[in-house]
């Protein structure tokens, strides 16, 4: 049996934390699952637990992580928590060593380190964008290297109370989440995330807020193409809202040297445009020439770069280039 339960239906197998007992606060955060709340510092804690109800009359014994811990007998126990040492307790029938029920029990440290992933307890551990208005948006997060194996428990996104579903990736590094309000309205409120996600038994929860507006980046122009040596052409990104003229972009075009990035910051020369084409104005037979889009009323994130190179007055168009965030 998996020591990892978390989709055991808590009306049969819910065993209940009724107290702790030192330095720590309990609570379900969901099926199966405690979270002790310690303060940072804190050595020990003593948590209260029970198998559930319909088994009190009978004989128990007690598992941790799937080994038998004799010292642990009864209904109710009392377990010691070391620092952040949880663990996954199980009840058992000790007259037919039948499972009857768990908790995982995590810890999380209130002011603790938050090393689970990279960029800490800060706003960049949550990297979201959208491609449009539309309300589907994306997340992901990276784990430190020590951290690689840590679980993620929960997921949520709400705006104004109200839930808005995600999925998470097969990574479990990833979510995809969609808010059905109104793309044509005014936000008013904040889209807020929360990420639970632990590591050795150690919970840690990751925050963001946002409005749509502010992480909406188009995606890269498509169709960039030459018509002659010096003029470039492109479309709209496919993602991106029509009308045009309501969800309008703002292109800015970089010519740079030779085979430079288009992330380079020495460039020939740069503008920005609201047409979907250019005329690049060199002297030079070897450039290249970049382009990227931006929401024109928002001002917000530019999208990766498309180029072109141009080698002796002719012009290659190849894939993106993704060097610019």
Known sequence: MSWFLLSVSMATFLMVATSSIGHGNTKFLMDNVLVLTVLHGSETSRVLLTCEQVHQDQDVFWKKDGEIQPHLKGHQINVEIWEVNGGNFSCHSSSSGQYLSHTLVLVQVQNGTMDILEGGRYKDALHCWAYNYNGSFHCKWTRTRSRSQAKVLMFKAHRHSEPLPCQLDSSTSEANCLDMSCSYREEQKHVHLSLYIFNAYKLEVYTKAFYLRDIVRPEAVPGLHSVGAKKFQWGYPESWQRPCTFFGLTF??????????????????????????????????????????????????????????????????????????
């Open 252 to 325: 800015q075009v970089k010519l740079v040297d030779g085979d430079d990035s288009c992330s380079t910051n020495s460039f020939i020369s740069t503008a920005e445009t609201d047409a979907s084409s250019y005329v690049a104005d060199v002297d030079v037979s070897d450039f290249g020439f970049c382009v990227r889009a931006q929401d024109k009323h928002t001002r917000g994130l530019w999208s990766h770069w498309s180029s072109c190179r141009v080698i002796g007055g002719k012009a290659h168009c190849g894939p993106h280039d993704h060097q610019v965030t």
